[in-house]
């Protein structure tokens, strides 16, 4: 199975990139939630209802619409937060955060469950740093815009209905979607990502080349 | 198509999931319009009512107005179901911001599962709606709304209508879904150039469907929305043979019915009853006369309120307080099975606080309500609901005939207790009371609470005798006239007919033109011999 990798890339002022990364990986995960499953007799299940609740962003000129769970909220604040962390504050570089759906192949003893993904959304950030007011005025509302432009990049690629896991007997729900939430279900996701220094070289690759050419001596 | 490949039950299903799918999005479309965030809970076990597992609210009006241009059809091949989205300025101008299409063409994918497959993706497609609907520019734009200017939406059936977007218009995809009858796509055509058109003259518009929101208005009682009169247009709507899907009462009667007022609204009624008669008759008197003179005040989106259509249920109360259906939960795929239940709330007017985020029970019984019954008895003042709060403040202010003209020899006589009485215009105006010439002292305030006590005790024992229409002098709220010769409410009063600003008269703005034109050439002298002064502070700002 191959997986759908999409990317997508943003330059925004250092204190958007929290609600940049927020707005956008909101968008994609109330795409790829949905309500609890409530497992029956004779293999049927009812789902829960997703709620839906409307955020406006302070340093941005724009508004999104993410699924209403505080809980799930507060895993993607927290992941946007360490990614933020790393990139530093008030310091121009290049970051990337990625959000993978993935489900999970059992796998018998000793080994143990593999992750298979089937979708990657990879987000690029280019930090910027602006002199005066004015010029982050202006950028409020451009990346308002441009994160209009992403939302309709997300819609049009989920919309096109390719490759989605299949719904789950009880017993393997768990291989598929992320249960431990109290109110929705989205799929299992993981959220990775890496910094890019200034040099536009990742800190990562920097750091296997090292140990590979450590290994070749 | 070929209908003969479907199951008569996928068929029934699937017309269904197309109805109320079209339902679903026009309820999206129009909330994200209203000018407010929209927040609905999630809920970890169905209910069996949420079509699509989406929480989404109902707007009663949105609802009726839907039905009304389907008519009994679905969005089929040829037949679309459009929502406009139109701008209307205070002035009266109009514009179209977007129109979203719901079209349906002949591609068909006769494997798919519809009972699974489709709704589900049908689901994901309103979760895309709800995406791009804050992402077009009418969304600030109706974030926006309130005095200058109120969105309107028109729903309308068949063909596609776009000439009114302008030049340049954009689109955008929502979505697509194959059903074994055709492919469903959603698209928004929206405007680009927010220009007036200077050579487009300004003509009453064929009659729009529902205003959406003019919920930043001032209005009287803060919240309070109001009821406006409905204009209907249904240009292409399509009057073709019946698509041969059943009448909208059976699929109604399982969940989304409006049906009759239940128990709930009755109580709500009776206690309003009660609360009016509690209050008597001349408090209404008093409030009908508050509201009338209020209105006059308004700005002019108001004023032209009878061109506006209903609904005030899309006032951002309503989408917090609609009903939603009870059923049972789904068995196969989380689709709804549908059995008719009893609405819970059948109310169809707009009342109360509006929250952001209200707590989404399915059973919307919020105090605010009960104003539904005040509401209903005083349609003529159009006053929405009388919150507790109003209840309180107006039982101090019973006096009556606030806002009726009285000889001013009965001013000093007349009781303390007319808030609000400074709307009411007087008879005459004296130049030694005009606070333009004499500028009154700051009048004695005290607390609302203390100054509506007090003027109810002296209204009862000093005031002239009176009925509900004996005319008075007005008494602003909350203040007395008995320590100052200039009072708050002979400053409002007086304030209330200012005379034009001198600059505006043509003698005056005459004789001060040709003054202001001598005097430029010194100013100009004046700012060159400083120029270095006013260069070096341009630098500073930089």
Known sequence: MNCRSEVLEVSVEGRQVDEAMLALLHTILLHRSTGKFHYKKEGTYSIGTVGTQDIDCDYIDFSFVRVSSDELDRVIRKAVGEFKDAMGN???????????????????????????????????????????????????????????????????????????????????????????????????????????????????????????????? | MMDSDLSPQDKKDLDKFIKFFALKTVQVIVQARLGEKVCTRSLSSPTGSD???????????????????????????????????????????????ETWCLEMNEKCDKDIKVSYTVYNRLSLLLKSLLAITRVTPAYKLSRKQGHDYVILYRIYFGEVQLTGLGEGFQTVRVGVVGTPIGTITLSCAYRTNLAFMSTRQFERTAPIMGIIIDHFVERPFGNMGHMRPCNYRAPGE?????????????????????????????????FSLFLTFTLSLPLLFFLSQLYCSRLSYQPPVLVGAADFCHPSTLNAANPHQVTTQMGIPGKEGGVPQQVPVQPCHGAQAEHGRVSSCPPADHVPATPSSSGEGAETLSRSIEVKGVSPCDVLETTFTRKVGAFVNKPGTQVTTASLDLPFAAFAPRAYDLE?????????????????????????????????????????????????????????????????????????????????????????????????????????????LQ
């Open chain 2, 51 to 97: 079509w699509f597992n989406l929480a989404i609210k109902d707007i009663p009006e949105v609802t009726h107005e839907a039905k009304k241009a389907l008519s009994g059809q679905l969005p089929g091949i040829g037949r679309s179901m459009c929502v406009e989205i139109s701008l209307k300025t205070s002035e009266g101008d109009s514009m179209e911001l």
């Open chain 2, 432 to 540: 030694e009371n005009d606070p333009m010439v004499q500028p009154p002292e700051s009048p004695a305030t005290s607390s609302p609470l203390q100054g509506s006590l007090h003027s109810q005790g002296s209204g009862e024992s000093g005031g002239p005798a009176q009925d509900d229409f004996v005319m008075v002098d007005f008494k602003p709220a909350f203040s007395k006239d008995d320590l100052l010769p200039m009072d708050l409410g002979t400053f409002y009063r007086e304030f209330q007919n200012p005379p034009q600003l001198a600059s505006l008269t043509i003698d005056v703005s005459s004789q001060s033109m040709a003054e202001d034109l001598d005097s430029l050439p010194e100013k100009l002298a004046v700012y060159e011999k400083n120029i270095d002064e006013f260069d070096a502070f341009v630098d500073t």
């Open chain 1, 90 to 217: 008030g310091t121009d570089g290049m970051g990337q955060i990625s959000l993978e759906f993935y489900q999970k192949k059992k796998s018998r003893w000793p080994f143990s469950d593999e992750c298979i993904p089937w979708e990657v959304w990879s987000i690029k950030v280019n930090v910027v740093n602006l002199a005066n007011e004015q010029e982050r005025q202006i950028c409020r509302e451009k990346v308002g815009e441009k994160l209009g432009e992403k939302v309709i990049n997300i819609v049009e690629v989920i919309n096109q209905h390719e490759y989605l896991p299949k719904m789950p007997t009880q017993s393997e729900v768990d291989n598929v979607f992320d249960t431990s939430l109290k109110d929705v279900q989205p799929y299992l996701y993981k959220i990775t990502f890496q910094i890019t220094d200034t040099l536009g070289t990742s800190v990562s690759t920097t750091m296997r080349r090292l140990i590979k050419d450590t290994l070749a001596l």
């Open chain 2, 238 to 270: 399509d009057e073709g043979a019946y698509n041969g899907v059943e009448d909208s009462q059976e699929v109604c009667t399982t969940s989304f019915s409006t049906s009759p007022p239940s128990q709930l609204f009755l109580s709500f009624l009776l």
